[in-house]
């Protein structure tokens, strides 16, 4: 998903990217699609998520507020054991969406702790507008997003604790 980063009275919505009017995460619609056959991070390299499941995935971080309105738009698919990080300078409500996004994916939003405070599993890919929001008014500092079906697989829902490692600021 992208996020396209938008603050209105200190929400900021992203949609895998973020979404449009609530800074959502799927990409706003004016983000431009990568080159044609853009590779995919090596799942061997970068920040590491351990899942309660005991499984170690790597994933891309979205720092920028233009990594965040690109996200995941335009992925045919995901290597395995990757995902997507979305690390937010402040926790604060942030709503995904999921235009031109190619493939479902799980969304998790991760409170400062490393605690898992929303799932949203197997959100499928927006077809035509307007597009859906996804997510929890409540406070997050960081969101995952994982291919879709995986977070069930991986044991991870509310109250589950994620161990984050190679990112500045997390745990």
Known sequence: MKPL?????????????AAPGN????????????PANAPAPAP???????MPSGAVYRVELALTPEDQAQGLMYRENLPPLSGMLFVFDAPAPH??????????????????SGKVIYVSADTPP????????????????QVLEIAGGKA????????????????????
């Open 95 to 112: 709503h995904f969406w999921m235009k031109n996004t190619m493939i479902p994916l799980d969304m998790i939003w991760i409170d400062e």
């Open 5 to 17: 980063v938008v603050v209105l009275a200190a929400s900021v919505t992203l949609s895998c990217g």
């Open 44 to 50: 061997s390299s970068g920040p590491r998520i351990t």
């Open 23 to 34: 800074g959502g995460g799927s990409g706003p619609a004016t983000s431009t699609p990568p």
């Open 152 to 171: 069930k697989e991986e044991k991870v829902g509310v109250g589950s604790v994620l161990k984050i490692e190679g990112v500045g600021g997390t745990r």
């Open 126 to 141: 927006c077809k035509a507008d307007p597009c859906p929001t996804y997510g929890p008014d409540s406070p997050a500092k």
